[in-house]
């Protein structure tokens, strides 16, 4: 895997640990980009659309730290989860 991890999801919806993992990233920058959101296509329109993420994090996989986040996070999540370190084991 890459170095940057992203996590992204809905307020409401967040599943929780890599169910919400989209992709990994050489640099901080991509994954940056990629937290905005994705096209989707609608079967019932026939169109594509972007559709917006409520929420990201992107973990540094070799500093085993979060290294950026939306101002928003998933409902119920704890208020110092990025003063935690991640342990991978």
């Known amino acids: 895997?890459?170095?940057?991890?992203?996590?992204?999801?809905?307020?409401?919806y967040a599943s929780g640990g890599m169910q919400d993992f989209i992709g990994?990233?050489?640099?901080?920058?991509q994954a940056i980009d990629d937290s905005k959101g994705?096209?989707?296509?609608?079967?019932?329109t026939k169109e594509?659309?972007?559709y917006e993420y409520d929420w990201f994090q992107i973990l540094d996989s070799h500093?085993?730290?979060?290294?950026s986040?939306?101002?928003?996070?998933?409902?119920d999540?704890?208020?110092?989860?990025?003063?935690k370190e991640v342990?991978?084991?």
């Open 69 to 75: 986040c939306s101002e928003s996070q998933a409902h």
């Open 1 to 12: 895997m890459k170095r940057y991890w992203l996590f992204t999801g809905e307020a409401y």
């Open 24 to 29: 990994s990233y050489d640099s901080l920058e």
């Open 87 to 89: 342990k991978f084991k």
């Open 38 to 44: 994705e096209w989707r296509y609608s079967a019932y």
């Open 48 to 50: 594509d659309y972007f």
């Open 63 to 67: 500093e085993s730290k979060i290294v």
């Open 77 to 83: 999540a704890d208020d110092d989860w990025h003063k």
